[in-house]
């Protein structure tokens, strides 16, 4: 199964995310040599994304599983290059506060 993509600009994933969520992810700043990027506050969220959605045109993922918890919800996919990733999201009043970016540690 082949998700589909929001395009820049779009607000849709945003507006499940309380204003000031965190995000990590080892991979977002492709300028940082590798270093964890941590995006605190949705509107620095939605300028990292908007830039990545824009600069990955092609952007898509094949849904793997979703696994559910308390208050956290894991979304496993693998991205058009291969790679295998989980995004972990972490609730709290029905909203967003934290989402993580993981992948395999073979990857």
């Known amino acids: ?3 589909q993509v929001a395009q820049p600009g779009d607000s849709a994933r945003l507006a499940s995310c309380a204003d000031d ?3 990590t992810s080892p991979h977002a700043d492709r300028g940082g040599a590798g270093q964890w990027r ?3 506050r949705k509107e620095a969220l939605r300028h990292h994304w908007t830039g990545a ?3 990955n045109l092609g952007l898509h993922f094949e849904l793997l599983g979703v696994y559910f918890g308390v208050d956290a919800l894991v979304i496993q996919l693998r ?3 291969g790679a295998a990733w989980c ?3 972490a609730f709290s009043g029905g909203l967003v506060r934290a989402g993580h970016g ?3 540690a073979d990857g």
Do not use: S, Y
């Open 87 to 89: 995004e972990v999201l």
């Open 102 to 104: 993981t992948h395999a």
């Open 79 to 81: 991205i058009q290059q």
């Open 1 to 3: 199964m082949k998700a």
């Open 38 to 40: 941590r995006d605190v």
């Open 21 to 23: 969520t965190v995000f």
């Open 53 to 55: 959605l824009r600069n």
